[in-house]
């Protein structure tokens, strides 16, 4: 009789770099020449005080400086958000977009907050001149380990579409869950603690 699990032989992760307390992994993606990331930190902060940005959709200015657009379409506050995002992407290559659903689940015991994202399609038209991703995931996993501290993982996967090379596309992929996480860790933690 021979099984088959799904994910059993998923490669490992793999370490790119660590800078300012944050450890980035890259690992290929089954099916695709595109990386998946993953970046682990601890932040010395409070678990409300994280919420408010993790898995807030009202709270977005400090999300990445090339989102031209944030749209809600649904949401129900600590449970699922629908939204549209759409992308700058300089030249020659063009502007993406993409409409995610986020779910999101608090363990009553532990507190440890699950925010897991996918791409919601055939919600938003798409437009000639964009190019729609609509093959990403990404997922933050937030545990509480102590009063003020909160260990941190972010896990994804994007697939750009369009003509966007994945050598160059790994290359910069380490930088995504670093510069997410290091922009929450300036909003979130106090020097003066």
């Known amino acids: ?39 682990e930190t601890v932040f010395h902060t409070t678990m409300a005080k994280l919420s408010m940005y993790i898995g807030n959709v009202d709270n977005v200015s400090w999300w990445d ?5 944030i749209r809600v379409l649904s949401k129900e506050p600590d449970k699922n958000i629908k939204y549209y995002l759409l992308y700058h992407v300089p030249w020659p290559y063009n ?3 993409l409409c995610v659903e986020a779910r999101i689940t608090i363990d009553p ?13 055939d919600v938003v038209p798409e437009r000639k001149e ?3 991703i609509k093959n990403y995931w990404q997922k933050w996993t937030l545990r509480p380990t102590g009063k003020n501290t909160v260990v941190a993982v972010l896990e994804g996967f994007v697939d750009p579409g369009g003509n966007v090379p994945s050598w160059l596309y790994n290359m910069v992929i380490v930088d995504t869950p670093l510069k997410v996480m290091r922009g929450i860790k300036v909003l979130v933690e106090d020097k003066d603690q």
């Open 1 to 39: 009789m021979v099984l088959i699990v799904s994910g059993l032989y998923a490669q490992a992760w793999e370490f790119s770099k660590e800078k300012d307390g944050i450890k980035i992994y890259t690992r290929k993606a089954e099916n695709s020449s595109f990386k998946c990331f993953k970046g």
């Open 95 to 97: 502007d993406r977009d």
């Open 109 to 121: 015991v532990t507190g440890e907050k699950v925010v897991s994202a996918k791409p919601l399609l």
């Open 130 to 132: 964009i190019v729609r």
């Open 65 to 69: 400086k090339n989102v031209r657009e």
